[in-house]
């Protein structure tokens, strides 16, 4: 059975979503197995807030961890913040679940997953 090798894909939103000088957004995705609860993988990504386009919409790869069938066993949360690095201050903050559920055959062939909007506040 083929492994999965995909993408996850978030748009961030909300007052202070714009760009400021020394500022990242940073995002961190967590797959979950929901029948056991277990940890399966996690990734971050950040950018420079100046350099984050518009609307900001960040994507992180995931490896190939998956390789069981089409069962929808997997949950995804995310997290994302705006922060300055000098001294390292949180500006603003986030999180979502998603609702669906995930196979690996999902992550296959639907690569890449958009869990939607995470408004950060």
Known sequence: MASAQFQVT???EGDCVQPDQDTYYVVRFYVYNSNTNNLVETQTVSVLTT???NPVNLTTQFSSFCTADNTKIYKIYAEAAKVYLNPL????????????LYSCDDFIF?????IGVITLE
Do not use: A, H, R
């Open 10 to 12: 978030v748009k961030l």
């Open 51 to 53: 350099y984050s386009g």
């Open 89 to 100: 201050t949180e500006i603003c903050y986030g999180k979502k679940w998603t609702s669906p």
């Open 110 to 114: 639907g690569s890449p997953i958009d």
